[in-house]
């Protein structure tokens, strides 16, 4: 029989959290989504007794916990562990571990006592660390790992890790996965608030989604996929797009919008890949030396043994390096979202910069700027345009990173890891910018070593491993076997 560990009732916090009701249980491990950076980090604060509630019941083992002693329990029995470290570098392994716990005597190490206490516990968890190791030497992964131990040592019963996508690879974020699994044993608790993509359906219990700060809904994991929490996320949101206006234009004949034909390299055989009009392709490389040499070819770095470009029926042969905006090709890079923007310029200049190359005189003609903003009307607002790259919020940036290619309007567009921002709202406006660009009828070529992002938005699957493309059959069978 389940055991309950913790139980938040008809919490209210503010605007931002309305009426939020969470239930965790002895060696459970929940994946809760927030739609809103804010309530996610408002409802950190609250569970770690940093912020007191405005309303709401907390129980603690079936066990009222009395509101005079609601944020002290918390801070002794839930700990954070995020993507920024809380270990000190000055001090060794064993004292970050052993320092601040109760029953070390005199607030003092012995070091040599400790150094080989601190490596059985890291054999007790299959973690391989060297104690010795210095603090500042010690990887992100190592950092979090050795968080979560301490964590448990010093008699948290519940970790709740967050903000660890973009510091952590697939495999790291699977060893924390292995590590969580170990604690479970001991009856720890687990919380992972991450965005809906990154949910790990091998170790999760159950998902809670947190919308406009109400819970939404609480699935069991056995009883989901990621596409029903996709749709209970987005529901809303899929329903305004639907019903809104398209934006018009001149009506275009259905063609193959580009194709890429016989391309080789140095690392990639024979790679055919056609995206048509209005259509969003999602290449998967399952190996990054194949991402590393297709991301290089298409933005003209590395050198191309042959291929063919065919747009709109007529065909040009690549020689030697692929031409960028020569040959109709756009890039936009998510991680960093700024790496194809000048931050230093404003928001109108970066716009009128990539239409410039189009559009002969842009700088000196008013009209431009005018016909700029009518067309961007219903996507960026009047106050954006005179301010700095580098001034805008990470949601504005990805609406200026698309837009630039909405005005321009490439033969295609490949979007390279377009997911990889760590802000939610950056990446659901990302997802709205790629389905804009869709509905202008823009090839757009999606490419990602990252499984998640492949659900991130709808689209055809292509699939590159060891430099060429295979089956969807054998990327499945390699992607979900079970050795």
Same mark, same amino acid.
């Given at each position: 029989m389940k055991k309950?560990?913790l139980?938040i009732?008809k919490?209210?916090k503010?605007t931002?959290?309305? /009426?939020?009701?969470?239930?965790?249980f002895e060696?459970?491990?929940?994946?809760?989504?927030f739609d809103?950076?804010?309530?996610k980090?408002?409802?950190?604060?609250?569970?770690t007794?940093?912020?007191?509630?405005?309303?709401?019941?907390f129980?603690?083992?079936?066990?009222e916990i009395? /509101?005079?002693?609601?944020?002290?329990?918390?801070r002794s #029995?839930?700990?954070?562990v995020?993507?920024?470290?809380n270990?000190?570098?000055?001090?060794?392994?064993e004292?970050?571990?052993?320092?601040?716990?109760?029953?070390v005597?005199?607030n003092?190490v012995?070091?040599r006592?400790?150094?080989?206490h601190a490596s059985g516990?890291?054999q007790e968890?299959?973690?391989?660390?060297?104690?010795?190791k =210095?603090?500042?030497?010690?990887?992100?992964f190592e950092?979090?790992?050795?968080e979560?131990?301490?964590?448990?040592?010093?008699?948290?019963?519940i970790i709740?890790l967050?903000s660890l996508?973009?510091?952590?690879?697939?495999?790291e974020?699977?060893?924390?996965s292995r590590?969580? /699994?170990?604690?479970?044993?001991?009856?720890?608790?687990? !919380?992972?608030v991450?965005p809906?993509?990154?949910?790990?359906?091998?170790y999760t219990d159950?998902?809670?989604i947190i919308?406009?700060?109400r819970?939404?809904?609480?699935?069991?994991i056995c009883?989901?996929?990621y596409?029903m929490?996709?749709?209970?996320?987005?529901?809303?949101?899929? $329903?305004?797009r639907?019903?809104e206006?398209t934006f018009?234009? $001149?009506?275009q004949?259905?063609?193959m919008?580009?194709? !890429?034909?016989?391309?080789?390299?140095?690392g990639? #055989?024979d790679?055919n890949?056609?995206v048509k009009?209005?259509e969003?392709?999602k290449?998967?490389?399952?190996?990054?030396?194949?991402?590393?040499?297709?991301?290089?070819?298409?933005?003209?770095?590395l050198?191309?043994?042959s291929?063919?470009?065919?747009?709109?029926?007529?065909?040009?042969e690549?020689? #030697?390096?692929?031409?960028?905006l020569?040959?109709g090709i756009?890039?936009?890079?998510?991680?960093?979202a700024?790496a194809?923007?000048?931050?230093?310029l404003?928001a109108m200049?970066?716009?009128?910069l990539?239409l410039?190359?189009k559009?002969?005189?842009?700088?000196?003609?008013?009209?431009?700027?005018?016909?700029?903003?009518?067309?961007?009307k219903?996507?960026i607002?009047?106050?954006?345009?005179k301010m700095?790259?580098r001034?805008l919020?990470?949601?504005?940036?990805?609406k200026?990173?698309?837009?630039r290619?909405f005005?321009?309007s =490439?033969?295609i567009?490949?979007?390279i890891q377009?997911?990889?921002?760590?802000?939610i709202?950056?990446?659901?406006m990302?997802? #709205?910018?790629?389905?804009i660009l869709?509905?202008?009828r823009i090839?757009?070529?999606?490419?990602?070593?990252n499984?998640?992002?492949l659900n991130?938005?709808s689209?055809?699957?292509?699939?590159?491993?060891?430099?060429?493309l295979?089956s969807?059959?054998?990327?499945h069978q390699?992607?979900?076997s079970?050795?």
């Open positions: 309950e560990r139980r009732e919490l209210k503010g931002l959290l309305k /009426e939020v009701r969470l239930q965790i060696g459970e491990i929940v994946h809760c989504v809103n950076i804010q309530e980090q408002m409802f950190l604060k609250i569970v007794g940093e912020e007191k509630v405005d309303y709401g019941k129980y603690y083992k079936e066990r009395p /509101e005079n002693q609601v944020s002290r329990l918390l #029995k839930i700990a954070v995020s993507g920024k470290s270990l000190i570098d000055s001090v060794t392994i004292e970050n571990i052993f320092l601040i716990r109760s029953e005597g005199e003092w012995h070091n006592r400790d150094r080989k516990i890291f968890f299959g973690l391989n660390i060297n104690v010795g =210095p603090m500042k030497k010690l990887t992100p950092r979090v790992q050795i979560i131990v301490k964590a448990y040592l010093v008699g948290k019963r709740i967050t996508s973009n510091t952590l690879s697939s495999n974020k699977q060893g924390v590590l969580l /699994e170990r604690l479970r044993s001991k009856g720890m608790s687990g !919380i992972i991450e809906l993509e990154d949910i790990d359906f091998v159950a998902v809670v919308k406009h700060g819970i939404c809904a609480v699935k069991e009883d989901c996929d596409t929490l996709h749709t209970i996320l987005y529901y809303d949101e899929m $329903e305004k639907s019903s206006r018009l234009f $001149e009506e004949e259905e063609d919008g580009m194709e !890429i034909r016989g391309l080789s390299s140095a990639l #055989k790679i890949i056609c009009k209005g969003i392709v290449l998967l490389c399952m190996d990054e030396k194949s991402f590393e040499e297709m991301t290089g070819v298409l933005r003209g770095n050198s191309v043994l291929g063919n470009l065919i747009v709109q029926g007529e065909k040009r690549i020689r #030697k390096h692929v031409r960028g020569k040959d756009g890039i936009a890079e998510g991680n960093p700024t194809t923007l000048f931050e230093e404003s200049d970066n716009l009128q990539l410039s190359q559009a002969n005189g842009i700088w000196t003609k008013p009209k431009y700027k005018k016909s700029i903003k009518i067309l961007l219903d996507i607002t009047k106050d954006i345009y700095k790259i001034e919020s990470s949601v504005d940036v990805q200026i990173l698309y837009s290619w005005l321009y =490439p033969n567009l490949v979007c377009p997911f990889a921002e760590g802000d709202q950056a990446r659901e990302a997802r #709205k910018m790629i389905y869709k509905e202008r090839p757009i070529l999606i490419i990602t070593s499984t998640a992002e991130y938005c689209g055809r699957v292509v699939y590159i491993r060891n430099g060429r295979i969807n059959e054998d990327a390699f992607l979900y079970e050795e």
